[in-house]
């Protein structure tokens, strides 16, 4: 069986990562052609281009890279064409995968699975209507958008969330400090600015700011930076000389997580990681002005960061936009560490019951399935 795969992004990689580790289980002679990162490729893929060069996130950053993303788009297409897979399983990044479901879809009539459904419940609800048009399948990471799909008529598995049975339940912070050689008897914060290259500018220098604050105060909390090994292309080393509290850390971020005590961490994955490694968080996000004024427009869910969207009630600090600046970071961080945090690591174990899929519905299953003969 031969299977493209596309995954666009950091978190997709990830995923796919964990897909192709399944499949192959199942039927080692599988054959995976397409795109995806690191992970992916130390798992046989060879990658047709660096996934970075779409990884956008917004509305501008991706508009200012349309046409990278546009000619990466039909040079996918175009070879998945010529290659004639059995199956096309878009991963994550709908506004880049759900194009090339479409017109593989017109073009060669292959199956398509969409694994991580679309996020229509936070915005362009419509789009539901269309997925049967052009998907076979959707792989969905939370058992409520099952739900939706089925109301719809739209043939969907919840197969849960990999990182959530990666991650024990109790986490022994003290034993990750000892693995990862840091000072058992210090507080650390960890700082995640993102994973892509705009988020990591647009967070970098704010978060650095926090750590400095502390510093001058004489403060014994101590604070790491937790970076994709992307990130060391950037040199950031050098915008946090003399800050004898901080110091960087290029990958192996779950970790890091599991060490540290609290954490300031961008909107996204990383969020629903930290809540599964059990660390009280403060959640940020910045982006251009404009992306904000029109996202803030279209996306209706009341919060942004997936421990408080999953629980339906704000669990976290969430600080958006204009209100990330050191003042409130320093505010909230406070208030963070002087908390009592029973309730919310109830919650997190709440969380974390419900993103693992007892029932184990099998990829490898599903994808024959709906494989065409």
């Known amino acids: 069986m031969k299977i493209a795969l596309s995954a666009g992004e950091e978190s997709g990689d990830i995923l796919g990562s964990d897909l192709m580790r399944s499949l192959k289980a199942h039927d080692d002679k599988i054959e995976f052609i397409g795109i995806g990162g690191e992970r992916m490729k130390q798992d046989g893929l060879e990658s047709l281009f660096p996934i970075n060069e779409i990884s956008k996130m917004g509305i501008i950053d991706p508009l200012l890279s349309l046409k990278t993303i546009l000619k990466r788009r039909k040079q996918l297409i175009s070879f998945f064409e010529s290659q004639k897979p059995d199956i096309f399983i878009g991963i994550d990044s709908p506004s880049f995968n759900l194009g090339i479901s479409k017109k593989l879809k017109k073009k060669i009539d292959i199956s398509t699975i969409q694994y991580v459904c679309p996020q229509f419940w936070a915005w362009r609800e419509d789009r539901i209507k269309s997925f049967s048009k052009f998907l076979d399948h959707i792989f969905c990471l939370y058992d409520f958008e099952k739900k939706i799909l089925r109301q719809h008529n739209i043939n969907s598995s919840f197969v849960g969330h990999p990182i959530a049975e990666k991650i024990e339940f109790e986490i022994n912070r003290k034993e990750y400090k000892q693995k990862l050689n840091l000072d058992e008897n210090s507080k650390y914060v960890v700082l995640m600015p993102g994973s892509r290259k705009s988020e990591v500018t647009r967070h970098f220098n704010v978060l650095a ?125 406070e208030a963070l560490m002087n908390k009592d945090h029973h309730d919310l690591l109830n919650d997190y174990k709440k969380i974390h019951s419900s993103l693992i899929n007892s029932k184990k519905t099998k990829f490898y299953d599903v994808i024959n399935s709906v494989k065409k003969n």
């Open 209 to 333: 700011s926090l750590s400095n604050h502390y510093l001058k105060l004489n403060s014994k909390l101590r604070f790491i930076f937790a970076l994709t090994e992307d990130s060391k292309k950037l040199n950031l080393e050098k915008e946090i000389k003399g800050n004898s509290n901080l110091e960087i850390h290029y990958g192996n971020s779950r970790n890091i997580l599991r060490a540290c005590d609290y954490a300031v961490i961008t909107s996204g994955t990383a969020s629903l990681e930290a809540a599964l490694c059990k660390i009280p968080m403060i959640v940020i996000y910045k982006t251009n002005f404009l992306s904000y004024m029109i996202l803030s427009r279209l996306i209706k869910t009341e919060f942004i960061s997936l421990p408080n969207i999953l629980k339906k009630k704000k669990i976290v600090e969430e600080l958006i936009q204009t209100k990330v600046t050191k003042k409130n970071l320093v505010s909230e961080l």
